[in-house]
């Protein structure tokens, strides 16, 4: 139900949205930044199929190389069409990330080609600036190389219902779902008898009738003494039978039957995989079949024995004070099985596929940007991030889908 109401969503925002509000989704389009615009000549590729940067005779080819090892720069140069030994030349390399977050990147001689000396991390989205030395004469070149990357207005982002909260650690609860439905706890249905034999004189209860402790629920005449005596309800509850009627005699029977509806008992089937995983104590989330609200308990115990499925029925108490609930009522039960605090974690409503990646997307003013993830362990609507990710980044936990639209509706490409 979740992807279906996803893909509506999606599907009113390429379709419905451009023809309400074409003026206002001028700038997603006209600012995505994913590569060459068409109206751009394509780069010029090298050999080793790096891009190629001209200034004159001088040349030189910039590649990352990703190939058994993390990526990193590569770089030859050329003179007059002619190789140039790589000593002779000395190479700066700048990288401008989105935040003006910068890497400085030197390079080494190794073999015929200058090698960086820095990792370039994902995604590889920047603002290239580069600096050569060689024969007494300075070159420099500069150029944009982004990828994964839009910019939104924040109008159009409201607009769009694109949500954002700031990254930061979280505890992470992990839960099992399990089922069962309510029962009565014990001791809550008491039988009424009359102590001494008689006919029944009046009753002024009937079934269904909730009752107080001390609430007078029958007349006798007794048949010894002739004298009346009165039967008091001995808690509060409700008539949930009712077996005799004002002129029969009691005979020694059960006339009425009084049950307690404030506390009821949840019993959870755990299967044999999950068993030793839930404790005494364990808070537990109960949803009910037919209601909206979800009402929190813990785990007080458990059936000694176990049923002809192999589940073990464990018991959580719950209060129904306002009578909502009924015994029988079918119960979800997601039963915490485990609390850790992580320093960084996400939601996972923010997470979305990018290339061969697991990404969120930050935002820095109006750019959004991917950020590939290194992900650890999921609770609930939570994801551990273990890299690729800063703590106080802002990134979308709600209507990702829309950015990672607007990316791919631009063009994108991994090109370096």
Known sequence: MRNLTMFRRAFHYLLVYPL????????LTATAAMGPSDEEAEPEKGPHGGRVLRDGDFAIELAIFE????????????????PVSSAAVDLRVRLTR???????????????????DTVIYEPHSFVVTVTAEYEGETFRWQYDNLEGRTRIADSVADAMAIATETAAGATLHQTIRVYGKL?????????????FDGVIKTMPVSLGDRVKQGQLLATIESNESLKAFQILAPMDGVI???????????????????????????????????????????????????????????????RIGVRDDQARLFLAEISNADGVLSEGL???????????????????????????FTVVYVKVGEDYEVRMLELGR??????????????????????SYVIKADIEKSGASHDH
Do not use: C, H
């Open 330 to 356: 079918f119960v979800t039960g997601d039963i915490e099985v485990d609390s850790f605090a992580v320093p960084l974690a996400v939601k996972r409503s923010g997470l979305q596929g990018f290339r061969d």
């Open 240 to 302: 949930s039978q009712q077996f005799a009627s004002p002129g029969e005699m009691s005979a020694g029977r059960t006339l009425l039957e009084i049950t307690r509806t404030d506390n009821l008992v949840a019993e959870l089937a755990v299967y044999p995989m999950d068993r030793l995983r839930v404790k005494a104590g364990a808070p537990v989330t109960l949803t009910f079949n037919g209601l909206d609200q979800a009402r929190t308990s813990m785990i007080s115990g458990s």
């Open 98 to 116: 989105l935040g003006d977050v910068v890497d400085d990147i030197g390079f080494r001689v190794e073999e015929d080609y200058l090698r960086g």
């Open 183 to 195: 029962t009565l706890p014990p001791g809550a249905t008491r039988q009424i008898q009359a102590r």
């Open 20 to 27: 309400m509000m074409g003026a206002l989704l001028l700038p």
């Open 67 to 82: 190939t058994g090892v993390p990526p990193e720069f590569r770089v030859w140069t050329t003179s007059n069409g002619q």
């Open 378 to 399: 999921e609770a609930g609507p939570w994801v551990e991030v273990l890299g690729g990710l800063e703590p106080g980044a802002r990134y979308v936990t709600e209507n």
